[in-house]
């Protein structure tokens, strides 16, 4: 589970209004967009690392593939236009195959589950010029070989391989059948919660292929109205793993290109186990297989020879608590490779031998490694982002993979990310902290370097000047023996003799973060409407939450919601006390897990909060999906207290504020079966409470003026009621 793409747009709320010393600003207008800041285009590097392609979309002309170059950014010329091809008007993605001749061009996509999708594609050969169709069906997750020569794709769970030269088309596998059998992509619950959809990976010289297979067949069943606008709803049916049921049965198969058949690999003597990741290494006849438990507390990392099937363990990893799984596996040329792990208590980068004997541990020390960026084989270098300068913050650095020569390659404060070009001669920087909005400039990746500034958003600086906007106050609070990041917002009037109703925010999920230097996000400009109608708003990032080492994330394991709801109760007691905070009106909000923190919140600290809203909200993890939940609290069968003790639905009597309870009917993540059965159980308690269900809407309530709505709907309630 995460936390929805819902905050991507900005909010904007019906007719309230935010006044400030020079200008009146509409919620209309940053819904519209007047306050997004300009995003740099989405960029892919080419193999010469001194070129990038940037895909622009032109109403009239159609779509381009341009070429620009990294140092001085201008445009080169153009890769591919839609207007120059017979067939397409326009395509909506592209993938270039390994060496650049070709690219693989999306029409017509259509959206399954979070990352899921289904297109028509079309091949196009830059040197003969020619479009061909690569298939007259809408397919899923097609890729080139390695040379290009070949494309395996997946059609009605089956995978097929088509040759570009001949036409000719090989069906891989015959038994994928819907709600039964799926091969080469992944099912539901691999793709919310493993972030895999393409269950598939070609060998280095594209003579193998390996692939999952998902039996789906005693998986339960989850149905869910799409009311349309038809006579009759339809019925939505999928395969939904529940805490504690039945998984797919997942197996591991390797494909032979050459003599047309699949063999099983038999990977050893596990049970009831997953498969989240399968890499082929540099040798082409090794592939290797991470392997983890049901619990999701011990992994293995197996390699398998194509030819003969026989199967290694070379690295085996155990926690108290979980794993977590990442695609930061690297393989180097001698095959041995990076891993990151938190077998320290923080997450660190460490370099194995190809029999997975340790050479070295690469970074060291009480914060993170946040993202692994790759390795250059030209240098003998690791890039990375991390925590070291705060948890508050990110920089990113180089360092050789002997742990030497480190080197901090950003030198502003904030949060820092990059994006290197494909030989690691340069990176993009994009740069934010609370008082600046997205920059974006070139760096040399050897020295980090400034070289030339791409994009600022100073026009947004001094738009947003006119209003008057309240700072975004960092700071930390004391609670229940740790020191938690926390920031608040107040009225840009702020008179410390008055009393202000308090509006907290948190997620708190496992992991996440809420708290960061980075400048608004589109909540934070819907708190500025708020803060200047009078409301100081506060979030605190609480244990379970990440970036302060594993202990600290994972004290939470068998207990989802119980040292999360201490520390908002706790946090809430210590504001009460402020001068300036009315204890009469605290309230609290969250979407998803927040949403089943709030709820909690109300019912649990009914003495602190008076008001809460909880969106797509789970209200008992029972409901929710295996690998997401037994993660963190096994299963029901094992833990049953953990899953009844802090549910919502054991604590409906409690409630005594106002609560607002929102869900989308077609939530295909968490089930408005959630908020069903908490509706039911306030109605027998007779607790009386505001609720409502948007129609066909997944878990980001969107679409439409959907979001216009809802936000107007939270705004009038807080007002009314906080």
Same mark, same amino acid.
């Given at each position: 589970?995460?936390?929805?793409?819902?905050?991507?747009?900005?909010?904007?709320?019906?007719?309230?209004?935010?006044?400030?010393?020079?200008?009146?600003?509409?919620?209309?207008?940053?819904?519209?967009?007047?306050?997004?800041?300009?995003?740099?285009?989405?960029?892919?590097?080419?193999?010469?690392?001194?070129?990038?392609?940037?895909?622009?979309?032109?109403?009239?002309?159609?779509?381009?593939?341009?070429?620009?170059?990294?140092?001085?950014?201008?445009?080169?010329?153009?890769?591919?236009?839609?207007?120059?091809?017979?067939? *397409?008007?326009?395509?909506?993605?592209?993938?270039?195959?390994?060496?650049?001749?070709?690219?693989?061009?999306?029409?017509?996509?259509?959206?399954?589950?979070?990352?899921?999708?289904?297109?028509?594609?079309?091949?196009?050969?830059?040197?003969?010029?020619?479009?061909?169709?690569?298939?007259?069906?809408?397919?899923?997750?097609?890729?080139?070989?390695?040379?290009? @020569?070949?494309?395996?794709?997946?059609?009605?769970?089956?995978?097929?391989?088509?040759?570009?030269?001949?036409?000719?088309?090989?069906?891989?596998?015959?038994?994928?059948?819907?709600?039964?059998?799926?091969?080469?992509?992944?099912?539901?619950?691999?793709?919310?919660?493993?972030?895999?959809?393409?269950? $598939?990976?070609? &060998?280095?010289?594209?003579?193998?292929?390996?692939?999952?297979? $998902?039996?789906?067949?005693?998986?339960?069943?989850?149905?869910?109205?799409?009311?349309?606008?038809?006579?009759?709803?339809?019925?939505?049916?999928?395969?939904?793993?529940?805490?504690?049921?039945?998984?797919?049965?997942?197996?591991?198969?390797?494909?032979?290109?050459?003599?047309?058949? @699949?063999?099983?690999? /038999?990977?050893?003597?596990?049970?009831?186990?997953?498969?989240?990741?399968?890499?082929?290494?540099?040798?082409?006849?090794?592939?290797?297989?991470? +392997?983890?438990?049901?619990?999701?507390?011990?992994?293995?990392?197996?390699? +398998?020879?194509?030819?003969?099937?026989?199967?290694?363990?070379?690295?085996? /990893?155990?926690?108290?608590?979980?794993?977590?799984?990442?695609?930061?596996?690297?393989?180097?040329?001698?095959?041995? $490779?990076?891993?990151?792990?938190?077998?320290?208590?923080?997450?660190?980068?460490?370099?194995?031998?190809?029999?997975?004997?340790?050479? &070295?541990?690469?970074?060291?020390?009480?914060?993170?490694?946040?993202? #692994?960026?790759?390795?250059?084989?030209?240098?003998?270098? *690791?890039?990375?982002?991390?925590?070291?300068?705060?948890?508050?913050?990110?920089?990113?650095?180089?360092?050789?993979?002997?742990?030497?020569?480190?080197?901090?390659?950003?030198?502003?404060?904030?949060?820092?990310?990059?994006?290197?070009?494909?030989?690691?001669?340069?990176?993009?920087?994009?740069?934010?902290?609370?008082?600046?909005?997205?920059?974006?400039?070139?760096?040399?990746?050897?020295?980090?370097?400034?070289?030339?500034?791409?994009?600022?958003?100073?026009?947004?600086?001094?738009? @947003?000047?006119?209003?008057? $906007?309240?700072?975004?106050?960092?700071?930390? *609070?004391?609670?229940?023996?740790?020191?938690?990041?926390?920031?608040?917002?107040?009225?840009?009037?702020?008179?410390?003799?008055?009393?202000?109703?308090?509006?907290?925010?948190?997620? =708190?999920?496992?992991?996440?973060?809420?708290?960061?230097?980075?400048?608004?996000?589109?909540?934070?400009?819907?708190?500025?409407?708020?803060?200047?109608?009078?409301? *100081?708003?506060?979030?605190?990032?609480?244990?379970?939450?990440? #970036?302060?080492?594993?202990?600290?994330?994972?004290?939470?394991? &068998?207990?989802?919601?119980?040292?999360?709801?201490?520390?908002?109760?706790?946090?809430?007691?210590?504001?009460?006390? #402020?001068?300036?905070?009315?204890?009469?009106?605290?309230?609290?909000?969250?979407?998803?897990?927040?949403?089943?923190?709030?709820?909690?919140?109300?019912?649990?600290?009914?003495?602190?909060? @008076?008001?809460?809203?909880?969106?797509?909200?789970?209200?008992?993890?029972?409901?929710?999906?295996?690998?997401?939940?037994?993660?963190?609290?096994?299963?029901?069968?094992? &833990?049953? =207290?953990?899953?009844?003790?802090?549910?919502?639905?054991?604590?409906?009597?409690?409630?005594?504020?106002?609560?607002?309870?929102?869900?989308?009917?077609?939530?295909?993540?968490?089930?408005?079966?959630?908020?069903?059965?908490?509706?039911?159980?306030?109605?027998?308690?007779?607790?009386?409470?505001?609720?409502?269900?948007?129609?066909?809407?997944?878990?980001?309530?969107?679409?439409?003026?959907?979001?216009?709505?809802?936000?107007?709907?939270?705004?009038?309630?807080?007002? /009314?009621?906080?």
């Amino acid at each position: 589970m995460k936390l929805p793409h819902v905050l991507l747009a900005f909010l904007f709320v019906g007719a309230t209004t935010v006044f400030a010393q020079e200008k009146e600003i509409t919620l209309e207008e940053i819904w519209n967009g007047t306050f997004s800041p300009e995003r740099l285009e989405s960029l892919k590097s080419l193999n010469n690392g001194t070129e990038y392609i940037v895909l622009n979309q032109d109403q009239n002309s159609g779509t381009s593939i341009d070429v620009y170059d990294y140092k001085s950014g201008e445009k080169k010329r153009s890769l591919l236009q839609s207007s120059k091809l017979d067939g *397409i008007k326009r395509f909506q993605g592209y993938q270039l195959s390994d060496d650049e001749n070709k690219a693989l061009l999306e029409t017509g996509s259509e959206q399954i589950y979070r990352h899921s999708s289904r297109g028509i594609y079309y091949v196009y050969d830059f040197s003969t010029e020619t479009l061909t169709k690569l298939s007259e069906n809408k397919v899923q997750e097609p890729t080139f070989s390695p040379d290009a @020569s070949k494309v395996a794709y997946v059609y009605e769970n089956n995978i097929y391989i088509k040759d570009l030269s001949s036409g000719n088309e090989v069906q891989v596998t015959e038994d994928g059948k819907k709600n039964e059998i799926i091969n080469g992509i992944t099912d539901w619950v691999y793709e919310e919660e493993f972030g895999i959809v393409r269950a $598939f990976e070609w &060998n280095a010289t594209g003579n193998y292929l390996a692939y999952l297979r $998902f039996d789906e067949k005693e998986v339960p069943e989850f149905s869910m109205d799409v009311f349309g606008e038809e006579l009759y709803p339809e019925a939505s049916t999928f395969k939904y793993p529940k805490a504690g049921e039945k998984n797919a049965e997942v197996s591991l198969h390797i494909y032979s290109v050459a003599e047309k058949t @699949s063999r099983k690999v /038999e990977l050893g003597n596990y049970e009831d186990f997953y498969i989240p990741r399968i890499n082929w290494t540099n040798d082409p006849a090794i592939l290797s297989v991470q +392997v983890l438990n049901r619990h999701q507390n011990n992994l293995d990392l197996i390699f +398998v020879n194509a030819k003969t099937l026989e199967t290694k363990v070379v690295l085996n /990893e155990k926690d108290k608590a979980y794993v977590d799984i990442t695609d930061n596996l690297t393989f180097l040329k001698d095959n041995s $490779f990076i891993w990151t792990s938190e077998k320290d208590g923080f997450n660190h980068i460490y370099h194995y031998d190809e029999t997975g004997k340790l050479i &070295n541990q690469v970074t060291n020390g009480d914060w993170e490694v946040t993202r #692994y960026y790759g390795f250059s084989p030209k240098t003998n270098t *690791i890039f990375y982002q991390s925590t070291e300068n705060g948890s508050l913050n990110r920089d990113v650095y180089s360092i050789k993979a002997n742990g030497k020569s480190k080197k901090r390659l950003t030198n502003k404060e904030g949060t820092n990310s990059a994006d290197f070009s494909t030989d690691f001669t340069y990176f993009i920087n994009t740069f934010t902290n609370t008082s600046t909005p997205y920059t974006y400039t070139l760096h040399e990746a050897k020295t980090g370097k400034l070289v030339r500034e791409i994009k600022d958003n100073n026009e947004l600086l001094e738009l @947003s000047k006119a209003y008057d $906007f309240a700072p975004k106050e960092l700071s930390t *609070i004391t609670v229940n023996g740790n020191e938690l990041n926390m920031w608040m917002i107040k009225p840009t009037n702020f008179d410390e003799t008055k009393k202000y109703p308090l509006l907290m925010f948190q997620y =708190s999920g496992p992991g996440s973060q809420s708290v960061s230097n980075t400048y608004y996000n589109s909540n934070e400009y819907w708190y500025q409407l708020l803060a200047n109608e009078g409301y *100081i708003v506060a979030a605190v990032d609480g244990r379970g939450t990440g #970036y302060k080492g594993a202990a600290f994330k994972k004290v939470t394991q &068998n207990e989802l919601g119980k040292y999360e709801l201490e520390d908002q109760i706790a946090a809430a007691k210590l504001f009460s006390d #402020y001068d300036y905070i009315d204890e009469e009106r605290i309230g609290i909000w969250g979407w998803s897990y927040g949403g089943f923190m709030s709820t909690n919140a109300i019912l649990k600290g009914n003495d602190v909060f @008076s008001m809460a809203i909880a969106v797509a909200l789970m209200t008992s993890w029972r409901f929710y999906d295996t690998i997401y939940t037994e993660r963190y609290l096994t299963t029901p069968q094992e &833990n049953p =207290s953990g899953y009844d003790e802090n549910s919502p639905l054991s604590h409906v009597e409690k409630l005594k504020g106002d609560y607002l309870l929102i869900h989308g009917s077609a939530d295909d993540n968490v089930h408005v079966q959630n908020t069903m059965r908490l509706v039911e159980a306030l109605i027998q308690a007779n607790k009386q409470f505001d609720w409502r269900i948007y129609p066909d809407k997944n878990h980001g309530i969107y679409g439409g003026n959907t979001r216009l709505h809802l936000y107007t709907l939270m705004t009038k309630f807080i007002k /009314e009621k906080l």
